[in-house]
């Protein structure tokens, strides 16, 4: 019985250790990504745990990004506007969402703020 429960013990500790290395490869792998598309100075938290949960499951409890700029072929920017664009599924209908958000600078930080979100059929979402 002792055997066992030390074998629980270890592959729980195992469990862990493998999530939170998970956690830092693609942490890593996000904060490549995003400087490779122009933001500098990068830092990608996931929140939450376990990772692996999240991940398979594809929704994150919280995501945090900081940057200190963005390189654009006018120079570094610190403020401004940002649009992104994603499908998402509701009821099983799948529309495409907008949205646009204010970038402020805080000092070594990047700030968004959604100012507003239109799906496909152009109604806007309050």
Same mark, same amino acid.
């Given at each position: 019985m002792r055997k066992f429960l030390? =074998? *629980?013990?270890?592959? @729980?500790?195992a469990g862990v250790a493998g999530d939170r290395v $998970?956690?830092?490869? @693609? %942490? &890593?792998?996000a904060e490549s990504r995003l400087a490779?598309?122009?933001l500098t100075g %990068?830092?990608?938290?996931?929140? #939450? !745990?376990? !990772?692996?949960?999240?991940a398979?499951? +594809?929704? =994150?409890?919280e995501v945090r990004l900081d940057a200190t700029? *963005?390189?654009? /072929?006018?120079?570094? $920017?610190?403020?401004? &506007?940002?649009g992104l664009r994603r499908d998402v599924t509701v009821l099983g209908q799948t529309y495409t969402a907008t949205a646009v958000g204010r970038v402020q $600078? *805080? #000092?070594? +930080?990047?700030?968004?703020?959604a100012t507003?979100?239109?799906? %496909? &059929? #152009?109604? /806007?979402? &309050?």
């Open positions: 030390v =074998f *629980l013990v270890i592959l @729980a500790l $998970a956690h830092r490869l @693609a %942490t &890593d792998s490779s598309k122009g %990068t830092q990608v938290e996931v929140g #939450g !745990f376990p !990772f692996m949960d999240q398979l499951g +594809r929704r =994150f409890d700029s *963005l390189r654009t /072929a006018q120079g570094n $920017a610190g403020g401004g &506007d940002v $600078a *805080l #000092g070594r +930080r990047l700030r968004v703020t507003s979100i239109k799906i %496909t &059929d #152009g109604s /806007a979402v &309050d």
